[in-house]
């Protein structure tokens, strides 16, 4: 049965928290990818993506259904709470969806209770930096 989350905090908490929301957010806006804010139209759960390659097809963790998102991105459901706090910081412009610095991710993130430090954020990026291509000697 379709359970459509509000934009609330229980939107990210069913993605696996804000701390993971975060930091992928912030792993994806690093990468240049724009984010998403994409829902499973069978059983309405956000979706999140831990893929780092855009996408407009999504795989639902929750139900197993296969679906459309309506343009090329990264699944996150924080993108919400991003929209809402940067139309609030620049008197209610629209944001762009690629135009999101660490910095207002971090405190996003801090508003629904969760504080990641910048160790924290380096930790991660070195953690999941591209593998650089392996040669190959003729």
Known sequence: M?????TSKSRIEACG???A???LAILAVTRG???DDVDCPKCGIP???????SHVKHFCGSCGSYFQGSRHGIGNPLLSFLEIEKNEIRNNSFACLND???????ACASKLGEEISNDDVADYLNKHAPKPESTIVQ
């Open 21 to 23: 929301c975060a930091l």
């Open 47 to 53: 979706h999140i993506d831990y893929s780092m390659m």
């Open 17 to 19: 928290g804000v701390r």
């Open 100 to 106: 999101f610095s660490v910095e207002e991710i971090l």
């Open 33 to 35: 990818l724009e984010l």
């Open 2 to 6: 379709f359970v459509a989350l509000p």
